[in-house]
């Protein structure tokens, strides 16, 4: 175990039958130049690096996808994805490029900790091989979405979150007082920030209420309401880790990880864990 890892309660190794993940995705920033007006951005590498960066990865990523975003002049809508690039048409994972952010994108299935890893890693090659007078990194962060069924308009929100994600929360006795119908909340969104040592950056936590939206035999969608928990490590500025440097990007890839791994296995530690281990895909 690496020692860093000390003090962490939950293995690395722990496996489950299938997890309540939406979608893992790994998003890199770099700076940009000042446009031609106030409030522009310029990547003025972004042109010759796209046309690069397809011709490395098209054996692997051969579906180039153009967004809505490919039309605007590329001083618009700065670090806004403008291509995605897939193994074939609404296959995952997918990779994105636009001026000045790239980001690699996974569902599940078929995520798993050891293809997301090197997908990232072959990302960060791919990417600063293609930018032949370098990139300045800005910002990194790795993101996990999971979603819970969570009947919370009848007012279970709070009883879910006390019972299935092990967090507490109580509002003052005379909220909503008599006036609410229920007395607890039918939706939520909420977050949570904490600096983090290692790696330098910031951890964060939001709970969202939502609908997800499932099409049934008959092709009629039927919404399903769930509780969204997104767990999230940032670094920005002088946090930064140098990743045009391989070593430095595995680095702070494998510690932003431990940290989500370490929060998601407390959130769900209980009942919740205990289902996700029994059930397989």
């Known amino acids: 175990m690496e020692a860093w890892r000390e003090g962490f309660h939950f293995p690395s190794d722990i496996t489950l039958g299938t997890s309540p993940l939406v979608e893992a995705w790994l998003d890199l920033r770099w700076q940009l130049q000042p446009g031609s007006q106030e409030g522009f951005f310029l990547d003025p590498q972004f042109p010759l690096a796209l046309g690069t960066f397809y011709q490395s990865v098209r054996e692997r990523f051969g579906y180039q996808e153009p967004l809505k975003a490919s039309t605007a002049p590329l001083e618009f809508l700065p670090h806004v994805v403008r291509y995605r690039f897939r193994p074939a048409p609404d296959e995952w994972p997918l990779l994105q490029l636009g001026p000045g952010v790239a980001t690699v994108n996974f569902t599940r299935p078929p995520y798993s900790w050891t293809e997301f890893k090197e997908a990232s890693l072959y990302l960060r090659a791919k990417l600063t091989d293609s930018y032949e007078t370098g990139l300045r990194p800005d910002r990194i962060s ?40 229920p007395d607890t909340p ?51 500025e002088d946090e930064v880790p140098d990743y045009t440097d391989p070593s430095q990007f595995e680095d702070w890839l494998e510690a932003a990880h431990a940290v989500i791994h370490e ?10 864990f205990d289902e996700y281990r029994s059930l397989q895909e």
């Not at 929060?263 to 919740?272: D, K, Q, R, V, Y």
Request: net charge neutral; charged share 20%.
């Open 263 to 272: 929060w998601f296995f407390s959130l769900i530690a209980g009942p919740l």
């Open 142 to 181: 790795l993101q996990y979405r999971n979603a819970v069924p969570c009947s919370y308009s009848s007012g279970e929100l709070l009883r879910f979150l006390r019972s299935r994600l092990n967090t507490t929360i109580e509002l003052p006795p005379h909220i909503p007082g008599p006036v609410g119908i």
């Open 186 to 236: 039918v939706n939520m969104d909420m977050a949570f920030t904490y600096n983090l040592e290692r790696p330098r950056g910031k951890g964060n936590i939001q709970f969202v209420t939502g609908t997800k939206r499932n099409e049934t035999e008959d092709r009629e969608e039927i919404g399903t309401e769930h509780l969204l928990f997104e767990l999230r490590v940032m670094s920005q």
